[in-house]
């Protein structure tokens, strides 16, 4: 497994602002490669076959009220039998506090056994979610992500031919920008790829001529975004007489990355066109199909009925 593809429990630490009772044991050196939880319901009882032991262990009132049922030699050894396992962590929900024992047996087995003020199904959610966001399957493209009208737009196309430029008469025109340069595309499920920047570049506009600029820095921190749900893809190209591009966008065109299909235009660029504008104007026309209006497809019943009537 690819370092990329595993996440240290501080980060889940600092994420979700737990508690970690057991401070002695270094945080950043035990690491969460799957992205889900379970909640050791059998295991307590002694029962391991088909036991989960690399997800997140989340504790919270029903285990813990049976564990209280035990008595504490009792209790001593289920915790040293589970703590055998290769679990990352456990999480105890509702601000539940593990006995001494439990602390004990994690400390011995190199376990951080952390705490949240969260309810358990709140927490046990919030946690998958994060994780499957930051495990998720990744790749790079080149392109620019901003935020239209809440759609995300990735806009692509050969260096040098505008990219840049129309992101930032977007972030004029009141949108939000994702990445420059290179977009980092998660796939979170089977219908939802998310974008972000690499943390390097995070906020930072390349403009030939200029250099590079601060987004967040210079139109304020309401015009840049950390993730985005990738809608739909520009494709910026040189205009050529000898191309036939579609005028009326009743077939869909898509593009497809790790296994996920998004909707894809072909835009022709000439001086003189506002790039901005029209990607803007795409934005809203996706969002009305998703609404089940789909204006070409309107248009075409008109003239189909008007042709009708005629003859």
């Not at 595993?6 to 508690?19: A, C, P, Q, T, Y």
């Not at 939802?192 to 570049?201: D, K, M, N, R």
């Amino acid at each position: 497994m690819d370092k990329e593809d595993k996440v240290s429990v501080s980060e889940l630490i600092n994420k979700e602002n737990l508690v970690n009772l057991t401070p002695d044991i270094n945080t950043d050196n035990v690491f969460i490669k799957i992205p889900d939880v379970n909640r050791p319901a059998l295991q307590l009882t002694g029962f391991f076959d088909q036991f989960d032991a690399e997800r997140v262990q989340i504790i919270g009132n029903v285990e813990t009220s049976y564990l209280m049922t035990m008595e504490r030699p009792q209790r001593r050894a289920r915790y040293a039998e589970i703590t055998k396992y290769p679990i990352p962590c456990f999480i105890y929900a509702r601000g539940i506090e593990p006995d001494s024992c439990m602390i004990s047996a994690c400390n011995e087995a190199g376990i951080p056994c952390l705490s949240s003020d969260r309810e358990t199904t709140d927490l046990e959610g919030e946690v998958i979610r994060w994780l499957r966001v930051k495990l998720a399957p990744m790749i790079s493209v080149h392109g620019v992500l901003v935020d239209v009208y809440g759609e995300g737009v990735l806009i692509m196309g050969d260096s040098g031919i505008g990219k840049s430029e129309s992101a930032l008469e977007l972030l004029k025109r009141g949108h939000r920008l994702v990445s420059d340069d290179v977009v980092e595309i998660r796939k979170v499920s089977d219908e939802s790829l998310v974008g972000s920047a690499p943390e390097i570049t995070r906020h930072f506009i390349e403009l030939r001529g200029i250099g590079i600029i601060d987004v967040k820095q210079i139109f304020g921190v309401e015009c840049v975004k950390d993730t985005q749900t990738i809608n739909m893809v520009i494709r910026m190209e040189e205009w050529s007489k000898d191309k036939n591009y579609d005028r009326l966008g009743l077939k869909d065109n898509y593009m497809e990355f790790l296994g996920n299909k998004v909707i894809a235009y072909d835009i022709p660029i000439r001086p003189g066109r506002n790039v901005a504008i029209i990607v803007e104007c795409a934005a809203v026309n996706n969002r009305a199909k998703k609404m089940g209006y789909n204006a070409a497809q309107v248009l075409y019943d008109r003239v189909t009925a008007n042709i009708g009537r005629q003859l």
